[in-house]
């Protein structure tokens, strides 16, 4: 099993940045597919980002491409998300998932969670 656990959520304004990092713990991820995701109020959990094993690889949705970067430390088992550029529509719960499968960008492709961190965006 995989344990994970996002840090660094917060309420900020728009235009400022924040750097979220997710801890895993048990079984090694270093071979992990891993992936942000968001889930506003009243929303549906979308994809933010993902990225490969080694960290070769990253995609990003529309919305957030050029705004933010994932990153991994394997060495530290972490997977990070830097946000530059805020706005107030990124306001959302965010969490981090790991899967065993290749590049995927739909929740149910992900068997492990974190509980989440909360990221406020103010106007």
């Known amino acids: 099993q995989v344990q994970l656990a996002e840090s660094g959520g917060g309420v900020v304004q728009a235009g400022d940045s924040l750097r979220l990092s997710c801890a895993s713990s048990?079984?090694?991820?270093?071979?992990?597919?891993m992936a942000w995701f968001r889930q506003g109020l009243g929303k549906e959990r979308e994809y933010v980002a993902v990225v490969n094993w080694n960290g070769d690889r990253t995609f990003y949705t529309r919305s957030v491409d050029g705004r933010f970067t994932i990153s991994r430390d394997n060495t530290k088992s972490t997977l990070y998300l830097q946000m530059n550029a805020l706005k107030p529509e990124d306001t959302a719960v965010y969490y981090c998932a790991a899967t065993d499968q290749g590049i995927a960008v739909h929740p149910r492709e992900y068997d492990f969670w974190g509980q989440g961190t909360q990221v406020t965006v103010s106007s």
């Open positions: 048990g079984r090694s991820i270093t071979r992990s597919t």
